[in-house]
């Protein structure tokens, strides 16, 4: 074998030795993607997401954030305007199937946005309650009151407007239902655009548990709403907050059936 076709087979093997190392390189690994949760064996504080008001055409993209980020998220449920229209039962359906979900009970009606009168009869937010139970199918004794900013944990854990309280106590005492409140909100717009910066929310959220500041020490229940999310700008901001929850070593998420009392 003369010099001439030696060093061609020699520059052969070397291009076929680069390409070989530039596809190790790049091509896509087989090994799963960093885990989303960290273990915190130390964590101080427990933070519970909530949402109220599904299923709604906003819910696809909150059941969306709620997988993809992998956080236990509780969902606050109204049975009326599924029950009423077809389109928003796939909604449901995601929700019931979506493994980091916990659904509660929202009423049926949502009061029909008069709150006051609805109060005023609390056996009949009951029987709201109730059928809204069997409607949606739910079977964890979690609920919020439509409007009110309202707990009944217990007898010893009550806390909220006089009327609307007499109704929780009696889902409380009658039916075994645990009554949420919250300790704060992320408000928007109407358009989908969460009031304040991510950021924002979120040293406000660690001050308040700092501080003392929520109904129980060192737990935060935080209130937003399935129609916020009509839009990928709102699904960002929710997902860059909820990133910042899990990389804080402080902060361990819940469902809300992990609040203690």
């Given at each position: 074998m003369n010099k001439k076709v030696l060093l061609w087979l020699v520059l052969i093997f070397l291009v076929i030795d680069g390409a070989l190392l530039v596809?190790?390189?790049?091509?896509?690994?087989?090994?799963?993607?960093?885990?989303?949760?960290?273990?915190?064996?130390?964590?101080?504080?427990?933070?519970?997401?909530?949402?109220?008001?599904?299923?709604?055409?906003?819910s696809r993209y909150l059941h969306q954030i709620i997988k993809d980020y992998e956080?236990?998220?509780?969902?606050?449920?109204?049975?009326k305007p599924v029950n009423s229209d077809s389109r928003l039962k796939p909604y449901l359906i995601n929700y019931k199937n979506n493994c980091y979900a916990m659904l509660g009970n929202h009423s049926y009606s949502h009061a029909n946005f008069h709150y006051k009168k609805f109060y005023t009869n609390p056996k009949g937010v009951v029987q709201d309650f109730l059928k809204n139970e069997k409607i949606l199918d739910i079977n964890f004794s979690v609920a919020r009151l439509p409007g009110r900013n309202v707990w009944v944990l217990d007898n010893n854990h009550t806390k909220g407007e006089p009327n609307a309280l007499k109704a929780a106590i009696l889902l409380n005492k009658e039916h075994n239902y645990k009554?949420?409140?919250?300790?704060?909100?992320?408000?928007?717009?109407?358009?989908?655009?969460?009031?304040?910066?991510?950021?924002e929310h979120y040293k406000r959220i660690k001050e308040l548990l700092k501080n003392g500041k929520t109904y129980t020490k060192n737990q935060?229940?935080?209130?937003?709403?399935?129609?916020?999310?009509?839009?990928?700008?709102?699904?960002?901001?929710?997902?860059?907050?909820?990133?910042?929850?899990?990389?804080?070593?402080?902060?361990?998420?819940?469902?809300?059936?992990?609040?203690?009392?």
């Open positions: 596809y190790k390189i790049t091509k896509p690994s087989k090994k799963h993607p960093t885990p989303i949760h960290k273990e915190k064996p130390h964590y101080k504080y427990s933070v519970f997401l909530t949402s109220d008001d599904g299923p709604l055409v906003g956080v236990p998220f509780t969902l606050f449920l109204v049975g009554v949420f409140g919250w300790d704060y909100e992320l408000r928007h717009n109407g358009k989908g655009k969460v009031l304040k910066s991510v950021k935060i229940v935080i209130l937003m709403h399935d129609q916020m999310f009509t839009n990928d700008l709102s699904s960002k901001e929710l997902g860059e907050l909820i990133l910042l929850l899990q990389d804080d070593e402080e902060i361990k998420l819940k469902k809300i059936d992990k609040y203690k009392f």
